[in-house]
């Protein structure tokens, strides 16, 4: 690696992006897809009782060299080290997962603020399967169709923003957040708790989520999902550990460095 916190070229050949790389919004928008279609959202060192490091070395190595993926922490973290490389203003916020359902988990979810021309926009590629593909213009009302999703911005009482997903005919929050500006110090403390508490969701389930042009797939535990643009969902329960390591290569692109535990 370069004596910077990231090597862009290997950066852009992991994610298999051509375009420039300029201070500029056709940049951010096509580093922002690439990442997307190409680091899948995961969570499978803490089943490997690996820890998750959110320093630049600990996300380089895992995520680029050594073509794994992570969770919110570590996908936008690493978006965060190409950005600044690139000189965008980036601002670290912390939203609050609504999908979840009750009881509410706490406000522990990263997401990024980048400006570009004086305008900002929402950028978050560590939501998992639902989450966005392209940034999107912090602003509420308009729609945004993402290959076949469809997202807005909506003000909330309490919050200053709700994202929401079109889902099943009707709009459906995915999170809320505001525009305190959070540090990266607050998110060591937050993956923390996520990847070593037994009270954490993560620790609970084995999730694997990549989206691609034409589908979203996602495996939690031994059930893969596929996701067409019709709506449809196909699913499959894999019957052995044999299954599962061929599924997290053939859709995912992981090749763990050990077995996963046998479930208990």
Request: aromatic share 10%; glycine share 6%; with cysteine.
């Amino acid at each position: 690696m370069s004596d910077s916190a990231i090597d862009l070229a290997a950066y852009t050949a992991r994610v298999g992006y051509h375009g420039p790389l300029t201070h500029s919004l056709e940049t951010l928008v096509g580093l922002h897809r690439a990442q997307a279609l190409s680091i899948p959202f995961e969570n499978l060192n803490i089943h490997l009782s690996h820890p998750i490091g959110l320093d630049p070395a600990s996300l380089v190595q895992k995520l680029i060299y050594e073509r794994r993926g992570g969770y919110c922490y570590e996908l936008n973290g690493l978006f965060r080290l190409v950005l600044l490389e690139l000189g965008f203003p980036v601002t670290c916020l912390v939203g609050r997962n609504l999908i979840a359902g009750p009881p509410l988990r706490p406000r522990a979810h990263q997401l990024l603020l980048v400006e570009v021309a004086g305008q900002p926009w929402l950028v978050d590629l560590g939501f998992g399967t639902n989450g966005l593909i392209e940034p999107i213009p912090l602003a509420v009302g308009p729609e945004h169709d993402q290959f076949f999703d469809r997202y807005r911005l909506q003000a909330a009482s309490q919050h200053n923003y709700h994202l929401q997903l079109h889902m099943q005919g009707e709009w459906q929050s995915l999170y809320t957040f505001t525009l305190d500006e959070a540090q990266p110090s607050d998110f060591q403390m937050m993956n923390f708790f996520y990847s070593q508490s037994p009270d954490s969701p993560f620790r609970k389930q084995r999730i694997c989520t990549l989206a691609a042009p034409d589908f979203r797939v996602s495996l939690v535990d031994q059930e893969l999902k596929i996701r067409r643009p019709d709506g449809t969902i196909t699913a499959t329960t894999l019957p052995d550990a044999e299954a599962y390591e061929q599924a997290l290569a053939t859709y995912f692109g992981i090749r763990l460095p050990a077995p996963l535990p046998a479930y208990a």
